[in-house]
């Protein structure tokens, strides 16, 4: 059923002895086990096993027998002289022991203090060893992947309503003859595509995603398509760890790439089950306070929220035609599991994963409260430059564009902004300038209480313990079902 091959990994030699006494006592790779993807999609493992392992990959504190550390290739994947750079360099990595060293706050799998910020793109001029100046990196705050599922889901739903209209497009117009679409999905309005009369795209009028029409929910910037594509990447660039679909043989003709005696280091199957144990995590929900005045201030400040045109970007909710998270995800790049090889994999987000779980809806859906359009926008304006602050370009977006940042677990997830150098939420408010203006201008105009209303509102959005029962939880994170929501609620505004 599952694979030991750490026996057949490891060459002859120092490493080699030490393994096979590590088999048994002293030391020795802290994954012993490697799952096998037929067994996977076979159904020989039960979806509890496969979370089992997925979380044990994510928290690992992976060592030289798991094939920690990347001699021979840069966090960006590229070969490079054995030796040149340090095992460990905070700057352009390996720059952590596991995933769960970075997201562990306010639970394993979510966000981090700004000490677990990552120098993005320093991997791509690997090794930076003197300097985290912009000219570098893009200095990021970690985000939480609890809900991280559906936030996927709704990528490829939005993805596939892009991608059909466009080929409508195409067969509606003509040959010598131009025609446009408004790109829309979810109600969510990426701008205008038109076809030219000799048949090309015009892109000119597309806003806020990439001209191949894919949405890429992951990265504050909404580059990485799928949390599998972000697993191959992060297990490389943090880590050392290569995966067999990255980086293995039928791709580089090296069983060990990164030449640091360890081979194939992590498994098709092993990839599939962090990226499962991730799309498993519990959704965020709301955290009503006991007290009435403050529970006011609660229901107020959403009503604010949307008045002053937060919801715009902020989107409150967006409706998932399906329930199930699917494995792998037909937009993956080359490099990461593709449907063509291998059978998929897919739970029901609102029955199966860690509780609290997805909101079903009676059609066979569900809503996904997330507080994002999963669209880029720019918060810069000649007043304002903020979120201004990088320098270096990844994937061909301007640096002034980030996603409509996830706001459903902004109540315990300090500190903020993509680079976490903002402490309170009002200060992220604050730094809201271009495309966000009117709307960042009308909460500056609140009186304060109005302010803390919509503060206190989005304090009440937070990641649930995990187990939780509801999406809704009184002070002391004891569930609250429909009725009693509204219960309390009623009888806060009678108070006052
Ligand atoms: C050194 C800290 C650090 C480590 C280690 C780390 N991450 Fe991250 N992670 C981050 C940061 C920072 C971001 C936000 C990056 C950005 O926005 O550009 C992030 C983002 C993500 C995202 C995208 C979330 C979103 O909503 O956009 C995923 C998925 C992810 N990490 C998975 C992993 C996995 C899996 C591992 C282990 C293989 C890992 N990370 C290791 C810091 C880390
Ligand atoms: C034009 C779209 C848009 C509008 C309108 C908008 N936002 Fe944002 N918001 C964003 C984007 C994009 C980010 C990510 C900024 C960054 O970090 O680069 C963001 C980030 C935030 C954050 C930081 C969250 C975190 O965890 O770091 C908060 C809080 C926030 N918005 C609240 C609001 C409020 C309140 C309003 C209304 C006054 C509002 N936003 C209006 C697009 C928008």
Redesign the pocket.
Known sequence: MRKTYLSAALGAGLLGMIASNAMAIGDGPIVTEHLDQADIVAGNLSFDEILRAGGHL?SAKFNLYDGQSRPGTTGGGAPRVPGSAPVFIRTSAP??NS?A???NDPFVGAA?DIV???F?LAQTLDPVTQSVSAEFSND????G?HG?GP?EMLAREMTADLQSLRAQLQDAVAPNETGSVELISKGVHFGTLRVNANRTLDYSGVSGIDNDLIVK?????GV?IS?RE??NN??NH??GMQSIERFGNARTGSDDFDQDGVVDELSVGDITA?TLW?AALGTPGQVLPDNAEALRAVIRGERRFDQIGCADCHLPSLKLAGRDFVEPNPYNPLGNLQPGESESYSFDMTTDGFAPRLEATPDGGALVRAYTDLKRHNLCDDEIRHFCNEQVVQAGVSTELFLTRKLWDVGNTAPYG?RGDLTTITEAIEQHGGEARVSRDAFMALNQDGKDEVVEFLKSLQILAPGTESLVVDAKGRPLSADQVKAMKMAALRKQ
Do not use: E, W, Y
């Not at 929910?217 to 910037?221: D, G, L, N, R, S």
């Open positions: 994510f720059d952590a995933c060293g970075c997201h981090g677990a910020n990552v993005v990021r705050n970690t985000l992947m991280g936030i929910p992951f990265h504050q910037k990485v949390m972000f697993s992060a297990m943090h880590h962090v991730q993509h």
